[in-house]
């Protein structure tokens, strides 16, 4: 059996990479891997709750809780109680954290950028708009395999 497209190693080259670079400029906010993206979204989206916050990130409930936990005692992240549902908790950035994602933002702008050289607009919107409808492709599949439908 032959690989047909190395379109998917591609991306994953392009985002280990970009992770590389991450992990090594937020290292001065105490982030480990990966937990800038959560850092982020919870930033971006004050009070969701822990499944949500899975589901947009598209990972498992068990990887969310634990990097929740380390932002946590990293005093970045403080959960309360939902107030509808006493089993869920929701999420709010602290000032700490909001001053990271300042950082984390104008990082993440300076790599888009890096990405981009060389492309004109067109080019920028019409690889969003490709990458967007593959990501769209496969989410169902993630959403079966999670059941989160």
């Not at 001065?28 to 800038?36: A, D, E, R």
């Not at 990130?57 to 939902?82: G, Y």
């Not at 984390?104 to 888009?112: A, G, Q």
């Not at 990405?115 to 990501?135: H, P, T, W």
């Amino acid at each position: 059996m032959k690989l047909e497209d190395v379109v998917l190693r591609e991306i994953g080259a392009l985002t280990r990479t970009i992770h590389a670079i991450i992990e090594i400029k937020f290292k001065t906010l105490n982030l480990q891997k990966g937990q800038s993206i959560y850092l982020t979204r919870i930033c971006e989206n004050p009070g969701l709750s822990m499944k949500e916050l899975s589901q947009l990130l598209m990972v498992d409930k068990t990887t969310t809780s634990k990097v929740v936990h380390k932002l946590i005692t990293e005093e970045l992240v403080s959960k309360t109680q939902d107030a509808h549902d006493k089993r869920a908790y929701n999420l709010f950035p602290t000032e700490k954290a909001k001053q990271a994602y300042d950082f984390i933002i104008e990082e993440e702008n300076r790599l888009t950028a890096q990405c981009y050289s060389g492309f004109n607009i067109s080019e920028q919107k019409a690889v969003l708009a490709l990458i967007q409808k593959m990501r769209q492709n496969i989410e169902d599949d993630w959403f079966e395999l999670k059941r989160y439908r």
